[in-house]
């Protein structure tokens, strides 16, 4: 028989944590879940998802043209929606930055900023491309956090 440290419990030897506080008996690190907030997967249906992967894929290959397809094609899918949502969110934060690029124009810096971000943007696109390809409803990064198209 051990004693928990924490409580003063009487424990078999075999417990690794405490019934009564839930205090570690070995010492141990007790194992951490990560869960990404970001990760939308699992609220969609596995029947959904294998349906309709090709359609998720094009509002990223095709841009609005694929938005608007997609749109009309397959409205009643969660995860297509779910992926012109995201296509959307990528879409318009790339022309707000080529706008935001063309006006100021006669700088140096804010064109070849505009640039660097409009490729940042265009990587984004691929990744999300290939999360789709794997099954994935994940939230791109940087425009993951605009509230816009929720």
Do not use: W
């Not at 249906?45 to 694929?66: C, Q």
């Not at 012109?84 to 006006?103: D, E, H, P, S, W």
């Not at 070849?112 to 696109?125: D, E, P, Q, R, Y």
Request: aromatic share 10%.
């Amino acid at each position: 028989m051990k004693v928990c440290p924490t409580c003063k419990t009487e424990l078999n030897d075999d417990v690794v944590f405490c019934p009564k506080c839930g205090t570690n008996q070995n010492g141990g690190a007790v194992p951490q879940y990560v869960v990404d907030p970001f990760d939308h997967t699992k609220e969609f249906d596995a029947t959904d998802i294998s349906e309709n992967k090709v359609f998720a894929m094009l509002p990223y290959l095709l841009g609005l043209i694929g938005v608007i397809v997609t749109a009309i094609l397959k409205k009643e899918s969660a995860y297509v929606s779910f992926h012109i949502r995201q296509a959307l969110k990528l879409l318009v934060t790339n022309i707000i930055v080529v706008l935001v690029g063309g006006i100021l124009c006669f700088t140096f810096i804010v064109p070849a900023a505009a640039g660097i971000c409009s490729v940042i943007i265009f990587v984004l696109k691929i990744i999300a491309f290939f999360q789709v390809c794997g099954g994935k409803a994940k939230e791109p990064a940087i425009v993951r956090n605009l509230g816009m198209f929720k």
